[in-house]
């Protein structure tokens, strides 16, 4: 004979969501603290039809140079909120409060190389608190420039990503951001 279906009433919680909140939180930012300490932006899209999404992963430690490939996509970082409805509200974004975001230079999937300042900038543009932003590191690389419509649109980049960082940093003081 089969059982009857549980209904909502009988649903228990497992254990981590039965603590309470002032643990979850305790193990939430040691679950979510990078070994290193470090995130570094990517952007993720599962198809080219969809916008890309804002994607922070930690650098493989393997790696001796510590710059990522150019098109490979890691793992994202927070996968707890990913368990259920409940991890997904307490965790998602949880991440930027623990951890050094690194917005550094990348080439996309359609070949398009970005600036660490324009990262920066695709990411507050996405970023629904932040003033849970607190160690910010922009990773400055040098493109060639092979035309002159290439380096008006830097310049123009720059200018517009150098606003938007100080309008960040003005709204939220706690903020610390470094240039390497």
């Given at each position: 004979m089969m059982e009857p279906p549980?209904?909502?009433?009988?649903?228990?919680?497992?254990?981590?969501?039965?603590?309470?909140?002032?643990l979850r939180t305790m193990?939430?930012?040691?679950?979510?603290?990078?070994?290193?300490?470090?995130?570094?932006?990517?952007?993720?899209?599962s198809n080219d039809l969809s916008p890309p999404k804002p994607v922070f992963c930690v650098l493989d430690s393997n790696n001796s140079s510590k710059t990522?490939?150019?098109r490979a996509i890691p793992?994202?970082?927070?996968?707890?909120?990913?368990?259920?409805?409940?991890?997904?509200?307490?965790?998602?974004?949880?991440?930027?409060?623990?951890?050094?975001?690194?917005?550094?230079?990348?080439?996309?999937r359609r070949g398009l190389e970005l600036s660490g300042c324009r990262n920066l900038c695709s990411f507050l543009n996405s970023c629904a608190r932040k003033d849970w932003l607190k160690d910010i590191e922009i990773r400055a690389t040098v493109f060639p420039i092979r035309n002159y419509g290439m380096l008006v649109d830097t310049l123009s980049d720059l200018s517009r990503s150098h606003s938007t960082?100080?309008?960040?940093?003005?709204?939220?003081?706690?903020v610390t951001i470094r240039y390497a």
């Amino acid at each position: 004979m089969m059982e009857p279906p549980h209904t909502d009433e009988e649903y228990v919680l497992p254990p981590l969501l039965r603590l309470p909140p002032e643990l979850r939180t305790m193990i939430y930012e040691y679950a979510l603290s990078s070994p290193d300490g470090y995130l570094h932006y990517r952007e993720s899209q599962s198809n080219d039809l969809s916008p890309p999404k804002p994607v922070f992963c930690v650098l493989d430690s393997n790696n001796s140079s510590k710059t990522p490939s150019k098109r490979a996509i890691p793992d994202e970082f927070n996968q707890l909120k990913y368990v259920n409805r409940k991890l997904y509200q307490e965790t998602a974004g949880t991440e930027v409060r623990y951890n050094t975001l690194v917005f550094e230079s990348f080439e996309t999937r359609r070949g398009l190389e970005l600036s660490g300042c324009r990262n920066l900038c695709s990411f507050l543009n996405s970023c629904a608190r932040k003033d849970w932003l607190k160690d910010i590191e922009i990773r400055a690389t040098v493109f060639p420039i092979r035309n002159y419509g290439m380096l008006v649109d830097t310049l123009s980049d720059l200018s517009r990503s150098h606003s938007t960082i100080v309008s960040l940093s003005t709204s939220n003081p706690g903020v610390t951001i470094r240039y390497a």
